[in-house]
């Protein structure tokens, strides 16, 4: 049980059972011939069982690098072999391994099936590929033809929101960057402050703000002389009527408290960068308000090749001289543009986070398999697509969104002990699993698993 998100020195320590005790050096590549050859699969296609034994969490690590290896050397015969193998193994209802395993198979048989170099004679329609091990063969092609994976509906926002919803229900992650971000902000617009205005890009369900505002308003209880402030979000996102929803969501909630509340909603399109959108007319700034601009799971989607619309993004953002910024990030390496190299980090990422979905949820979850599902549609990005198509785009923080921010201008707010035993209370009374840890580097949080950091978040001015 568990995933293969292990360290070069703990794949060095595995090879152990890789039944190879006399060669301590052997090659990706060499496993794979080693495993072919040992199950009785010759260089030619032919078809192959589907009562192939299993394949060890480490084994299988290294058959998924192998055969992304294959595809970065142009080996398409010898991947789609090793992708028939790796699909006996894998399933969407198993552990950890098989159902990572069966979310990068399926994104590298995208990569193939989208890959101009690609050519089969035929190619059959989706099948449940990671529950089937055979493959046709054609007598005119050396290749084995894969199942053209069917296209997701990425661009459905009442989906994307639905899962982000139960993303933010059964894992720390979400519900540990709103809380961190709040406290910050908290922090940064003290008592005193009358009218507070948030500017969140990508707001999703906005449940990120009910716990802000009560905690304004209990604020002001303990503080006689200063009455509860008028807040205003202005909440970005890509349909309006969920964002109109949103709004009237947290304009319920509001008045529930006797928090004085206007929500303003602000469409972005796909034929401009956000930075347009960006300006105190446009956002309706006044003069006698605090600014909070927070971005959650938002900044990544802005770098690019050249990450041009990003750093006008923040050069705008540090124009508006909010009091305090805001950001949480995914914790990965998926902007490398050699494929290999991303896809071995993400294989590790993941491999992280289905693990520590498999320690919190039962199998036979359909949550769980709902979120990953989501984590399915981020995998296929990152292995699948290829220039700027490719949209998961996410850097870690220490390499890039600290030096990033810093050339822009920004100054790092350090998070107070205060917010990191929120934290650490959150994770105990909702995540007791000892996987997850917590920890504080350059003034930030990272939150993980298993000594892996997934998500961090900062605060700056």
């Known amino acids: 049980m568990g ?50 034994p299993s394949i060890s969490p480490t084994h299988l690590r290294h058959l998924l690098i192998t055969c992304a290896e294959l595809i970065s050397h142009l080996d398409f015969p010898s991947a789609h072999r ?16 098989e159902r990572l395993t069966h979310h990068f198979v399926k994104a590298l048989c995208f990569r193939l099936n989208t890959n101009p170099n690609y050519s089969p004679t035929t190619i059959g329609p989706l099948t449940a590929l990671t529950n089937a091990a055979s493959a046709s063969a054609s007598s005119s092609s050396n290749y084995l033809f894969l199942p053209v994976l069917q296209e997701e509906e990425d661009n459905n926002e009442e989906a994307l929101h639905s899962c982000y919803l139960t993303l933010n229900q059964i894992t720390p992650f979400i ?62 996102g890509r349909d309006l009527s969920l964002l109109l929803r949103t709004g009237e969501r947290l304009l319920r909630f509001a008045q529930s408290l006797g928090l004085a509340f206007q929500f303003h909603p602000l469409v972005l399109n796909n034929t401009s ?8 007319s446009t956002l309706g700034l006044h ?15 802005l770098v690019t090749d050249d990450s041009r619309d990003l750093f006008l993004f923040l050069q705008k953002i540090k124009s508006l001289n909010p009091k305090v910024f805001t950001i949480a990030n995914k914790e990965a390496n998926h902007n490398n543009h050699l494929f290999f190299n991303r896809f071995v980090e993400a294989l590790d990422h993941y491999g992280a986070v289905f693990d520590s979905l498999e320690a919190t949820l ?44 810093r050339r822009v201008g920004f100054e790092n707010v350090p998070l107070s002990p205060f917010a990191l035993s929120q934290a650490k209370l959150l994770l105990r ?8 840890q917590l920890r504080m580097f350059n003034d930030s949080f990272f939150l993980g698993w298993q000594n892996r950091p997934l998500f961090s978040v900062s605060s700056w001015h």
Not at 8 to 20: A, G
Not at 292 to 298: D, I, S
Request: aromatic share 8%.
């Open 175 to 236: 519900r540990f960057s709103h809380l961190t971000a709040n406290q910050a902000i908290l922090e940064a617009i003290d008592a005193s402050h009358l009218s507070i205005h948030i500017l969140d890009f990508d707001i999703m369900h906005g449940v990120q703000w009910p716990p802000l505002m009560q905690a304004l308003v209990e604020r002001s209880y303990n503080s006689p002389l200063h009455p509860p402030p008028t807040l205003r979000i202005t909440a970005t």
């Open 273 to 280: 960068p956000p930075s347009d959108l960006i300006s105190p």
């Open 3 to 52: 995933s293969f998100h292990s360290s070069h020195i703990q794949q060095e320590e595995e090879e152990d059972h890789l039944n190879h005790p006399n060669n301590n050096n052997i090659s990706d590549l060499q496993l794979y011939h080693h495993h072919l050859h040992h199950h009785h699969i010759s260089d030619q296609p032919s078809l192959i069982m589907s009562t192939s």
């Open 429 to 436: 009374l909702h995540y007791p699993s000892e996987g997850y």
């Open 82 to 97: 090793l992708i028939s193998l790796l699909s006996s193994n894998s399933s969407p209802f198993g552990d950890s391994t």
């Open 362 to 405: 039962p199998p036979n979850s359909r949550e769980r398999l709902v979120v990953e599902e989501w984590f399915g549609r981020e995998i296929k990005d990152v292995v699948g697509v290829e220039g700027e198509k490719r949209k998961q785009r996410h850097e870690s923080y220490e390499i890039f969104w600290e030096v990033v921010l």
């Open 287 to 301: 003069q006698n308000e605090v600014l909070a601009v927070n971005c959650v799971l938002y900044l990544h989607t």
